[in-house]
């Protein structure tokens, strides 16, 4: 579109969505980790609305938090204090865009499906038919719930008819309105002061545009375009809600493979937008992709795990069941299964962190390795260094966080304890059970446990006492 064809976008979501039964705003349910409200937001951006203006009114101060957080000025708001219906509420938000001209563009805020192309498609059609109003319609075997697109005998679009004033005629309709609009700014500027609350709900419907437009011929009229139901759902409850989260994981799903990612099976992810994934990474069933996760090509995430705000560089291998968030994974590192990342894990490459291993703001250098059973909080540990079975960085004394260091080429033997702060020198060795407390000097061995003594039969005359004890109570 030139930029001569600029327009601007309504997003209607003042209601309350009652069928939700959630003290939460209809618009601010996620889908995929983003409010259902920011789909339709930036469709229209995505299709070049050079304005974006949502009307609001349930939930008023938390949806637009919401905007403003998302989007700073470049969404508009317009309230409207009561909801007295679509029209009425399109014209709440023609009050924050007094001088637009051109196309608007009017979509409901629960059109989480609605796709920039549908939406170009539209005004491009609105444009070049120079329609007073341009709607897109769909058809459905049963298409109760939404109005019917009502037809003269020519084929012609003359009005839309709510599924509660329609005859048992008209709602054995299939084609129904989908709710996404391209309406001429001159026209409607004029036709939303005719509107009137003739109808079973007493509100004014912005609906009734399209049978004004049809009456008024000479203005351009309607212009209609049939489009795919799949991308036009609404979500008025919970269940729709849910299909429509999974309508949207499969889409991104089909967009990743189409880039070369490999996912075992679509259907079972969950990867939000903002992930962005290389070609040539394998995705495992029943994975969550979150935030701002990066993965690079030659990366395999296995069966079961979730990766939040997380980069994972070539190569590296996620096993199955592990989780990570906010962390750093070097290339061809090796983690899980069932291992746990938590903010600040910064891993260089080539690095092994294990079963039941956790970390967090700890950062692990090349070629280092964590194999099994450990709590590794507030680390800095060096390049080749090995951490035994069930070592604690006891990072914490109830008020303070503290650092342990392992240095380059050092050992920590199995279940061993490093108070922290605590510094063990390059290639230096923990002896298994130590309790570390000092600093541990380059190349020692540092060894802090009872010295173990054998007590010969002593394990026989304990038994027989026990034994005799128990027949004596009998
Ligand atoms: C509306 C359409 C219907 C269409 C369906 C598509 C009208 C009269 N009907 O019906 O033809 O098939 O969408 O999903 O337009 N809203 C306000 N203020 C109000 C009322 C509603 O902002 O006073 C907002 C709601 O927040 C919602 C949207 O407008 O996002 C649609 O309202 P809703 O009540 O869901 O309309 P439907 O009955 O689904
Ligand atoms: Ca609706």
Known sequence: MSAAEEFVALVLAAGQGKRMRSSLPKVLHPLLGRPMLSYPVDAAFDAGASQVVCVIGHGAPQVSEMLNARYGERVLTA???????????????????????????????????????????????????????ALLTSTLPDATGY????????????????????????????????????????????????????????????????????????DGGVADLAWDAAELHGINDRAELAERERDLALRIAREHMQRGVSLRDPARVRIEPSVRIEADAVIGVD??????????????????????????????????????????????????????????????????????VETKQTRVGEGSKANHLAYLGNGEIGRGVNVGAGTIFCNYDGYNKFTTTLEDGSFIGSDSQLVAPVTVGKNAYVGTGTTVTQDVPEDALAIGRARQVNKPGLAARLRAKLRAQKEAKK
């Open 79 to 133: 309230i409207q204090a009561e909801q007295r219906g679509t029209g009425d509420a399109a014209r709440c938000g023609q009050t924050a865009l007094p001088n637009f001209s051109g196309y608007l563009a009017i979509v409901y805020g629960d059109s989480a499906l609605i796709t920039s192309r549908a939406l170009r498609s539209l005004l491009e059609l609105a444009q070049r038919e120079s329609a007073a109003v």
């Open 147 to 218: 109005g019917r697109i009502i037809r003269d005998s020519n084929r012609r679009v003359v009005r839309i008819q709510e599924q509660r004033d329609c005859s048992p005629e008209e709602a054995a309709i299939t084609e129904f309105n989908p709710g996404v609009y391209a309406i001429r700014a001159s026209f409607f500027r004029e036709a939303i002061t005719r509107l009137k609350p003739n109808n079973a709900q007493g509100e004014l419907y912005l609906t009734d545009l399209v049978a004004l437009a049809a009456q008024g011929g000479k």
């Open 287 to 356: 994975v969550e992709l979150r935030g701002s996760t990066r993965i690079a090509s030659g990366v395999s995430i296995d069966v079961g795990c979730v990766l939040i705000d997380t980069e994972v560089q070539e190569g590296a291998q996620f096993l199955p069941y592990c989780v990570a968030t906010h962390s750093r994974i070097g290339p061809n590192s090796r983690i899980g299964p069932f291992a746990h990342l938590r903010p600040g894990s910064e891993l260089a490459r080539d690095v092994h962190i294990g079963n039941f």
